[in-house]
Each structure stands twice: as C-alpha cells, then as structure tokens.
C-alpha cells in the first residue's frame, strides 16, 4: 500500500523543540523528503534524506530516518511562530522511468508565543 | 528560474463552464505532476508525465483532461465539474527517475466550482 501516517496536530511553545513524526511503507525508497505548507500557500521542500543515512541536519532542521521500522521524524530546534504550518512527509514510489510523490496525512504545528 | 508557475490563482466556473489550468517551469525538469488538495488533506496526484508523455493517471474522472503541449508547460483542461471537485490544484515538476532531489511546487490554483 501506499499509507504514509502521521500525527495530526502538534502544539509547542516558541523557543522549544518540536518533533514530527511519520510512518512510512515503501522500504524501497530512495529519497524521504519533508514539506511545510503555510495557510492558503503551495508546498515547500524543507529538507530530505537519501535512504542510505540515518540523520541529515539542515541549520534548526534535524532528520532522523529509521529504515527497520520504517519511521522518520522531523526535529525543529527553537520553534518560532513562523514555523506554524502543516508538515508533510512524503514518500518515493518508483515505476521503472516514472515516479510518483505520496504525502503523509500532515501534521499541524501550532506554535505558542 | 527555480520556480513552478500556475495560472490562475483563482478560479470560479459553473459547472457548464469549460475552463483550463496552467503550469509552467524552466528548470529543464521532464517530468510534470498535477495533484489536487481539499482543505486539511495532503495532496492527492492525479497524473504524470514523463517526456511530454501521459505515464500515470490516477483513475481521475475524464471531466479532468491534462496536455503536456511542450517540455515547459503542462495544461489541465475543465468540463463539466462538479461542486466537489472544489479544491487547490497544484502542478509540480522534477527530474526523471531515481535521485530526483524532490518535487518543486507551484502555488497552486484555488478552484471554485458553483
């Protein structure tokens, strides 16, 4: 199946960390990607991780990958008000020449001043 | 140019009305994605092309037409929809095949179907 989970809300206060979590199905994939989506916008690629790494850091952006049991999560370190948005993980399918791009369920952050 | 243009950003048609989406970018990606997302939901692909060619449709009703006229642009033609095909439609492209990097977005078109 093409199931890709996560938890639909997440609330933190500004200044503390904030960690989202996905589970995902396809053990083949090659690369796992994160993007946030603001209110009434498109998407934005924050970051991704090639399947061959356990943890990739992108300035407040930690990615942890667990391939057994097919978990990845996303840490935001020093959450600002202007991270509140939906996160969505998503995940490679390939089809020989052709691949398709299947998010998660999105998780909303809210951030508290 | 890093950037996924869609045209509208807004779009309000009757369910008689035909009417099309469009879709371009010039970063020399060959495959093109349209995708549709209701209010709290993810993204749900619709098609791909791949090559200017039609690799993938998602089972979408045939009142949606995509058309790949060229290697930057990608179309989605209108017809006869209904209130529930009310969504975003957002396009994408990338690059062929594995190490793609990800998908790069558009803003997406704010469909309105009364």
């Known amino acids: 199946g093409e199931d890709v989970e996560q938890s639909l809300f997440l609330s933190v206060r500004e200044g503390d960390s904030s960690v989202i979590n996905c589970t995902y199905t396809d053990s083949s994939s090659t690369y796992l990607y994160w993007y946030k989506q603001e209110p009434g916008a498109g998407l934005q690629l924050l970051t991704y991780i090639f399947s061959n790494m356990d943890m990739k850091q992108d300035q407040r952006l930690t990615v942890l990958l667990n391939k057994k049991d097919k978990h990845l999560s996303l840490r935001i370190a020093d959450t600002q008000t202007g991270d509140s948005a939906i996160y969505f993980c998503a995940e490679i399918f390939y089809g020989g020449a052709t691949n398709k791009l299947i998010f998660g369920t999105g998780t909303l952050l809210a951030v508290q001043p | 140019d890093t950037e996924v243009t869609q045209t509208p950003k807004h779009l309000v048609m009757g369910m008689t009305n035909k009417k099309s989406l469009k879709c371009e970018q010039h970063m020399g990606h060959r495959a093109m994605y349209w995708y549709k997302q209701k209010a709290k939901k993810p993204p749900e692909l619709m098609f791909v092309?791949?090559?200017?060619?039609?690799?993938i449709n998602e089972s979408v009703p045939s009142r949606f037409s995509p058309e790949c006229p060229n290697s930057s642009l990608l179309n989605l033609h209108l017809h006869a929809l209904q209130p529930e095909d009310s969504a975003l439609y957002l396009c994408?492209?990338?690059?062929?095949?594995?190490?793609?990097?990800?998908?790069?977005f558009g803003s997406g078109t704010r469909l309105t179907v009364v």
């Open positions: 092309y791949s090559y200017e060619k039609l690799s």
């Open positions: 994408a492209s990338s690059q062929v095949g594995q190490g793609t990097g990800g998908y790069t």
